[in-house]
């Protein structure tokens, strides 16, 4: 059964607050942010918006503070010794940021749980573990929607710049120059390509690279080193390596089988 700790809502702190637990509260804690923060996670300091959340699993340091004059969030100290088990089969996952798409229902179970703890009821902690229960369903459904909303959010971004790296493969030399593009790191754009395309980056490039290679093969007398540097590649040995990884020919077998005129 999940034990409830403490807890606190819309908990104010000055602009020097700061919490730094290297070795965790010793049970799970459940915070909310209200405010913007900086948060230490997986060893990388972020700026976590208003509306965002994190569970510590137990024993996971803990380090966040204010980075404006004041803070808020709310907070819930708990354990359970059945958690394992439950968050697995629900698709939770510790120590992760969540973006609380759905913020209204969240402290709408946070506001139950509050008056429950005060209650009279002899079912108070039957009552209590329910709703920390439901209250880790709905935070495992936000992570859900934290995909949702991110690939909805850069859709039309992403969808153009592949319309663009179709129509003109060469201008593009690495994905780290696409992710500079739309002002994202490598990995976060990475991240969100495939999710939205269901293709890596890096193979949806070289496959552009690739048809333009056979457009330029099949509909021209330009030489293998020309069409080489028209598709972006620094070498025609490059070049001529990934095409025929792809295609199963040398440039040069593929223009003769398609248009033997073009070799001549």
Do not use: W
């Amino acid at each position: 059964m999940r034990a409830l700790h403490a807890m606190g809502l819309n908990v104010r702190h000055t602009g020097d607050f700061c919490i730094d637990r290297p070795k965790g509260s010793g049970d799970n804690l459940l915070i909310v942010f209200k405010t913007n923060a900086l948060l230490r996670n997986q060893g990388k300091e972020i700026i976590v918006p208003p509306n965002s959340a994190i569970v510590y699993r137990k024993n996971t340091a803990q380090y966040y503070r204010c980075i404006c004059d004041n803070y808020v969030n709310h907070y819930l100290h708990f354990e359970g010794c059945e958690e394992d088990i439950f968050y697995k089969e629900a698709g939770f996952s510790f120590d992760t940021l969540l973006y609380l798409q759905n913020i209204d229902v969240v402290e709408d179970i946070l506001r139950m749980i509050s008056r429950e703890q005060v209650s009279l009821s002899q079912n108070k902690e039957l009552c209590i573990d329910m709703l920390i229960k439901t209250l880790m369903l709905k935070l495992a459904d936000a992570n859900v929607e934290e995909n949702q909303v991110l690939q909805n959010h850069h859709g039309a971004e992403l969808e153009a710049l592949r319309a663009e790296i179709y129509s003109n493969a060469g201008q593009f030399f690495s994905v780290e120059q696409l992710a500079d593009k739309m002002s994202l790191s490598s990995s976060h754009f990475q991240q969100l390509y495939r999710k939205h395309f269901g293709v890596s980056c890096y193979e949806d490039l070289l496959c552009a690279k690739t048809k333009a290679a056979q457009y330029y093969l099949s509909t021209t007398i330009l030489s293998v080193r020309e069409i080489a540097s028209l598709c972006g590649y620094e070498n025609d040995v490059c070049f001529m390596r990934q095409f025929k990884k792809r295609t199963g020919f040398t440039p040069t077998e593929y223009r003769n089988r398609v248009c033997p005129l073009c070799s001549v």
